[in-house]
């Protein structure tokens, strides 16, 4: 919860909000709730303005607010669907209802997609594929040769861009996410039911 | 519901083991490992005629995150379009009352030991804010090493009931008879109201006044099971089992909107780890079809690391199964990608690569465990390993696994699942890194792990 120096400040949901994310979402209001909870504990982390800044985001996910990292910087700006910089409240609700276990698989499909087409083209592309797994081993410190790192996203691509055109497109994100569901495994939170 | 299609893909049925309102249990065997299994079997459709849908998903959502030797394991949940298939570990030696020679009962050094293990499930249970409300002889099995299993279930807060309950058992157990006479509800209800019931002149002493603290009418006076575990009586030749709760687990389409799972996908593997498939203690569950039930076995901790350690370290011709890693499950196992670090502590990983074989990395891993006196469980290309201790923050568990990254490389992933992570940090830093140092490739020369997602 939010340091009592920070009341002033403070913004419940009105009861009005919260019951139209419980509505539009797959929360229920109890659970919109409870997410307020966690989201005024985080927005008060730093800034304690009620909204979460991207440092603040990355203190609850790492216990640390200065590890530049890729993936949390793409979730980020995946949640600030305004685009402002900052995560507010319905944002945040809207967002994190794709992690939740009653969510249909398609949804998640479609979010970790736009989670990986870094630059936004509507496919991904082999280089944003390299470059994704290229900023994971280089966050695990794990050294590995290119030669190592090209054989294994030519291998990824052989399997996933069924029509060979360089890109895959949702459809074949789609069909290479059902072969290996495991790929949406941190989509789904069971600590949101 | 038209039988055709009874079990899960790769699993063959051997028999019914019973039947209940909404479900039917089979013992079944696994294609691949012969691993042999109790799987329950709901219907969806009676499930949401009952109502049910909601409890049943928060059952088993809890009852996957026990793990506990007396408490019957879940290994995995899948579903079809109709049905959910709840896979569990098959215990093997049926109900307990049937162990129990009727009006004798077993002796006292026996009838402790397996109220020991009854205690030892229940309060683990409530520890984690599980209530059972259903212990009855009937509800209880034991295993082929004579160990009991209790099925798991989820009451409402009944540590009171439990303890009741476990008074019943007690008796039963020491007498070979029930308590109470339940000649029909009206004089059960009495008598158990009044206390009305007679030991056997074979309880000792402290017997007789143990289960006189149990049966106790009034909850507000009952003995509470923690109190239990303090008396001379319960402690004689008693040890704590190590155990921990997977907090990786999640639950996966249980909800009928999503195409069928029902090959054992990756996405399975947290819970496949659970699974005690090492050889040692496989017991089986009878199911009546009721509740999910515990199963109540307590081997030994030394027997269980002795038969862990020998199962580890006899040469295994079989094959192992390595999943390889694409580009993207690189991405995807990422500590980055997971969210749960906003809801609670996460657990803490390592990764490394190497180019040497498999099976000399496993040898490794187990010999390591072994080193430090672990229990090392290895299936396929994944070594648990678990304390034998408990610390302030539980037993230690920790899990490797090994993927296939190219032909030539492997990645080796080693991730806290219960425990202190101090104590974690010290296990990777000065006995896992200095032992794999040779065999995997750019560990850095100091004792410090190189990555740690510092929780």
Redesign the interface.
Known sequence: MGCASSKQFKRAPRHGDAALLAKETTFSLDEVKALYELFEKISYSIFKDGLIHKEEFQLALFRNSNRKNLFADRIFDLFDMKRNGVIEFDEFVRSLQFFHPDTPMADKIAFAFRLYDLRGTGSIEREELKEMVLAILNESDLLLSDDAVEQMVDQTFKEADLNGDGRIDPDEWKAFTSMNPALLKYMTLPYLK | MGDRPKLPARYEQVKLLGEGNFAKVYLARHMDTKEEVAIKVMDKEKLIKLGAVQQIKREI?VMRRLRHPNIVQLHKVMACKSRIFVVMEYVRGGPLYRHIPANSGLKEDETRRIFQQLVSALTFCHAQGVYHRDIKPDNLLVDEHGNLKVFARRGYDGAKADAWSCGIVLFVLAAGRKPFRDDDFITLYRTICRGDYRCPRTFSPELVRIVRRLLQPNPAHRITLLQIKETDWFKKGFKEVSFYIDNK???????G???P?LCD???E?ETAMSSSSSGSSSPVAHGDGGGMHTSVSAPSLVNLEKMHIAAARAPEPRIRRIKSM?????????P?????????ERGEQL???SSAPVNTIISKLEEIAGQVSFTARTKDCQVSFEATRNGHKGALAISTKIFQ??P??V?VQVCKKAGDTAEYRQFCGSELKPGLRGIV??L?EDGLP??L???
């Open positions: 959502a687990d999640c639950l996966r389409s249980l909800d909107s999503e195409e799972d996908s990756d996405s593997d694409n580009a993207f499950d690189i991405i995807a196992s990422s980055s990608f997971d969210l749960s670090g906003l809801f609670e990764r490394f690569v990254l190219t030539e490389l990645m490739d750019g850095p190189p990555t997602n510092v929780a």
